[in-house]
Nanobody, 123 residues
């Protein structure tokens, strides 16, 4: 069982930056693909970014490419999402997810989830 705890959400203005963190409770963190997803009210959960384990390969949704950066510190069992040039449409609950075998954009295949952290971007 892997527990994920997100932090770093908040209320910001358009154009501002935020960095989300997700701490994982596993000794084999470097073997997990880590993903970030988000869900706005009334909308489906959508993929934001993912990063492989030790290789560090990354994948982004088109809507965040060039603005968001996913990274990980395997020594700290933590994955980050640096969000720059935030827009009101980025407003959502952001979830951290982990999986041993899947590296992709479908939330259905990630086995472990955090509780989410709210990001609100005002115009």
């Amino acid at each position: 069982q892997v527990q994920l705890v997100e932090s770093g959400g908040g209320l910001v203005q358009a154009g501002d930056s935020l960095r989300l963190s997700c701490a994982a409770s596993t000794r084999t963190f470097n073997t997990y693909t880590m993903g970030w997803f988000r869900q706005a009210p009334g909308k489906e959960r959508e993929f934001v970014a993912a990063i492989r384990g030790s290789e560090g390969n990354t994948n982004y949704a088109d809507s965040v490419k060039g603005r968001f950066t996913i990274s990980r510190d395997n020594a700290k069992n933590t994955v980050y999402l640096q969000m720059n040039s935030l827009k009101p449409e980025d407003t959502a609950v952001y979830y951290c997810a982990a999986d041993l075998n899947y590296y992709g954009s479908s939330w259905l295949w990630y086995h472990y989830w955090g509780q989410g952290t709210q990001v609100t971007v005002s115009s």
